[in-house]
């Protein structure tokens, strides 16, 4: 069974600083990751969609890498601002599951301060 | 404006009472899907429908019942049979179910069993 683990579960750092997050996976056999963000009482906002061929996406400061064969992701995020203060989580797609399942971790809680 | 609208955005309910769930959306998207996320959780897979006037059971489906009548709506009911309702409430939609598209979520509805 699939399990997806995102350490730390919050993080907290100065505005400016570079930062990363970890998404791992105990199946390689997926076929895709999802890096989303959630406000406090929010939706999930995508940020960014890795297929299982790709090695990273980027899109403005967000950069997430994938390396299937170590069940890790990361989610890069450069020069940090307090508007980036969310939480974080990652899904991925497994072979072999139902047409809709998404497989979530809990989430990384990220504060920047100004 | 684009996107998936749930209401309400807060509900209440009485212990033994039935209550429904609207998740509409104008993305013009085949599938749709209901998670349900508790704090310090990853989201889960309660019900999805691929398309119209099909629905498939998620990994948490007791005590849930839905309906897919139309393309652009996907209602969940919470019924009096799910032991612990109190959460929050997710509808997302992709534009054909499967592992290479990205869903998109909606505001979500917090429910609260009083």
Redesign the interface.
């Known amino acids: 069974k699939q399990e ?1 683990t995102q350490i730390p579960a919050a993080l907290s750092v100065p505005e400016g600083e570079n930062l990363v997050l970890n998404c791992s996976f105990t199946d390689s056999a997926i ?2 990751l ?1 890096w ?1 963000r959630q406000d406090p ?6 940020l960014l ?1 890795i ?1 299982s061929s790709q090695r990273e996406q980027t899109s403005g400061r967000l950069n997430a890498s994938l390396d299937k064969s170590s069940g890790r992701s990361t989610l890069y995020i450069a020069a940090s601002q307090p508007g980036d203060s969310a939480t974080y ?1 990652c ?1 991925v ?1 497994n072979y072999g ?11 990384t809680k990220l504060s920047v301060k100004p | 404006d684009g996107g ?1 609208t ?1 209401s309400p955005k807060y509900l209440f309910r009485k212990e033994g009472q039935n209550v429904t769930l609207s998740c509409e959306q104008n993305l013009n998207h085949d ?1 749709m ?1 209901w998670y349900r996320q508790d704090p ?6 309660i ?2 429908s ?1 398309i119209v006037n099909d629905f ?1 059971k ?2 948490i489906a007791e005590g849930y019942s839905v309906s897919r009548e139309k393309k652009e709506s996907f209602p969940l009911t919470v019924t009096s049979a799910q032991k612990n309702p109190t959460a ?1 409430y ?1 509808c ?1 939609s992709s534009i054909v ?4 598209n ?7 509805t ?1 429910l609260t069993v009083l």
């Open positions: 997806v076929y895709n999802q989303f009482g929010k939706g999930l906002t995508s969609l297929q989580l899904a797609w599951g139902s047409q809709g399942n998404l497989i979530f971790g809990k989430g | 998936i749930q599938a899907y310090g959780q990853g989201l889960r897979l019900y999805y691929q498939q998620g990994d929050f997710l997302a179910a499967g592992s290479d990205e869903q998109f979520f909606g505001p979500g917090r």
